[in-house]
């Protein structure tokens, strides 16, 4: 018995939650609290997957020790050893009062033939799992009902007062926390109704449990039937560089669509803003609320608006009336942070979908080079170790010959596990036979006190459920205005709706889990079972409602085939398609159209970006040939002073000294003239014109200094009449 597993994996899921929230989230930017929440929200959930395996390997050695352990009757009571620990393989019966004390110990596991069982590696107490449930599920609870829906429409609210954002918020989830009350109050109807119970605490309790799975469980049937067949559809289309590059194309073309709307919504709503701080002046009471308009807009559109902020300026006689008032201010602040958001998530988006066509598409014209070498269009600049293993033949071979057999490879595996899932949900119910493949795969292992492979097989299978129930979330169009972008690219709304997303979803996903493995006696009808695992007792059951716990609970996931078969034949997608929406299916022409405009734009893309690399390079070019203008500044300087000190040198008398002063000044003209050439560089530059730059300043300095050197009659700076006097122009334009 050790508590040393049980400490190794609270941390690393911390550690695992914290760094998924660096990689995704913004946190230099994103409110504190919202940082916070959505760290306990992704821990919560997280560690319920990691930690509900310790409890099924726990309940399985409780079994273990009812098994052996004979029934407790008036002649038999335990009287272990004094030196017996806690957990001993050995147990003693001994008589009760009536029988002489001097009548020998038997030993309990003598008396029967059922082996030892054997404690698990990583059992801990029994009081430490219940105490974890109950913070960790009432706590992800509260966020999901309470606090995290709040944050969000508190964020999106366009109110500028606290009391504001909260009524709005409160307004806002009103019919989100009815949905929840609906359920909640029918169930409390139906409990009222029925004169053989009876409502106190425990049952109020029970009610709310059950309104949050039946929600949860409603939602995680549809999720999880579109995620079993998806998911190794789209490891599948991984493999396939053809059919990926074809369905990248149509997702950009469709999205293209999206993009023009959000930077059209943008463009009208930032004229809205510019109007409006034109309008409210610096010195009117609600010029704070306008500031705080302004700082949502986005910096590098923030220069294109009339910040209204001219002091020289007052208000006319007839202007008070098209002042806009604090109700349409809030409209507006609104209506730009809707705006602003849904631009950046299609920015956001159309990056990574580029990005993912150029890739594409440089893994296309790779596996055609005979070298093997992967070449890329926009390479990727490794450096350290990477530098050394990343190499282009390594690359070929990875992205080209290897990537896609493994990719085939893990598809099977995961179609397999998705058979394997579906049968067990339409069987699980069935305890004798036990049809359900998890429970048949479980209680072997559990006869073998094979306890590391039990908690191996069901983290990874409620992993896998997981994985396929959180993919749906984001794939869907219903949730389109969500979404997770890596490199600290997703929002605080975002973030914010995946931690209510797997605080909800979560717990009843465990139950149904427990369920296929038949671990819940109130599900599976199993009366024999009396030993349950911690998380269950937290939860409880169901037999306060019967028409829940005997039909919802155990033939709603019936319909997950239903869903599965669906998705398989892609009848939502055609429904939708004959209905107009734009969906990729292969045998269309509506989505060969899209695939030709998405490859038409992602060139123009690749263009636009050579371009700005062509132009870098041409600047890094020429600083690198001739330097930056502060070291231009610098030579020309040191020159300047190389040749005073020569002067001075050469000094022998005043008419001598004057002469040198004289060469001096025009040096200075004519290299402050070749330095103006030198800061102006040509727009469109070619190397023709490099090649011949230096015979052209050369050929220009020495006419330049043909025409100094020619004396006129009214040169102002060889001594002619009437200009004698004047000195030499000290600016590069004086002689103009």
Sequence with gaps: MSVAPLAVEVICVFCLAAYLLHKYGNIRRQHVLVTMATLVA?????????????????TFYKICLGSVQPPVTPAAILSPPTNATPHSNQSYTTTPGNVSDGQPLVRRDALFTAPACQVPWSYVQEHVLPNMWHVVYWTSQILTWLILPFMQSYANSGDFTIQGKIKTALIENAIYYGSYLLIFGALLIYVAARPDLQIDGPRLKMIGITASNTWGLFLLVLLLGYGLVEVPRKCWTSSNREQLLAYTRFQVAKLSTDKSDAEETLEDVLEEVSKASEAIRYNHPHRKYMDTILRKVPEDMQSRLNRGMDDYEDYPDGRAASIPSEKDLVALHRKTIRAVTNQHRTQIQWDILVERAFGLEDLAESEKCADRQFRSTFPQHYTGILKHICTPTVEWYWKCLIRPWVLKALTVVLAVFSFVVIWSEVTFFNKKPVLSLFAIFI????????????????????????????????RIRLFNYYYIAP???TDSNSLLFSGILLCRLTPPLCLNFLGMIHLDKHVTGNEDQE??????????????ISFLSDGFYIYYPILVIVVAMGTFFSVGNRCLGLLGFQQFIGDDDMTSDLIEEGKEMIKREKRKRQRLEDG???????????????DRASSSVNRDASDSDSGRGSMKAGALYGKAKYSRMKDKDDSAQVELLKDSEPLDYDDSLAENEEFDRAKYTRAQAGRASRPTAGSRWTGGRGYGSQAPPKGLFDDV
């Design 42 to 58: 992704w821990y919560f959930s997280m560690i319920i997957i990691f930690i509900l395996p310790l409890d099924v390997s726990t």
């Design 443 to 474: 209680n072997v292992a559990a006869k073998n006190y094979d306890y590391f492979y039990i908690e191996l097989a069901s983290c990874i299978t409620i992993t896998y459920l997981c994985v396929c129930v959180y993919y749906t979330v984001f």
């Design 487 to 489: 490199y600290h690219q």
């Design 531 to 544: 030993i349950e695992t911690a998380y269950t007792s937290i939860m409880g059951h169901m037999d306060v």
């Design 616 to 630: 870098e390079a041409r600047r890094k070019s020429w600083r690198d040939r001739y330097g930056t203008t502060k």
